[in-house]
């Protein structure tokens, strides 16, 4: 089992940043892809970003790409998704999860998740 735990999220002005970050503990962080989703009211959860287990390689939802950048470091167990050029649209609960499936872009494919944090982007 691991445990996720999102922090960063806040109150921002469109065209300004963020950068969530997700703890891990529990079992050993560098054993598990890692990935970024969102929920917005009323909509399903959807993918946002994802890394491999050593970082190497990065997915991206096509809404997101050039503006958010996802990243890890092993060493400190913590995931990170630095989001530029925020849009209202891009206001919604973030999730941090985690899979044993590289290049898992969906949510069944993640098997521990986080409690989210709340990004709220003012036009």
């Known amino acids: 089992q691991v445990q996720l735990v999102e922090s960063g999220g806040g109150l921002v002005q469109a065209g300004g940043s963020l950068r969530l970050s997700c703890a891990a503990s529990?079992?050993?962080?560098?054993?598990?892809?890692m990935g970024w989703f969102r929920q917005a009211p009323g909509k399903e959860r959807e993918f946002v970003a994802a890394?491999?287990?050593?970082?190497?390689?990065?997915y991206y939802a096509d809404s997101v790409k050039g503006r958010f950048t996802i990243s890890r470091n092993n060493a400190k167990s913590t995931v990170y998704l630095q989001m530029n050029s925020l849009r209202p649209e891009d206001t919604a609960v973030y999730y941090c999860?985690?899979?044993?499936?590289?290049?898992?872009?969906?949510?069944?494919?993640?098997?521990?998740w986080g409690q989210g944090t709340q990004v709220t982007v003012n036009s």
């Open positions: 999860a985690a899979s044993m499936t590289g290049g898992a872009l969906f949510p069944h494919e993640y098997a521990h």
């Open positions: 529990g079992r050993t962080f560098s054993n598990y892809a």
């Open positions: 890394v491999s287990w050593g970082g190497l390689s990065t």
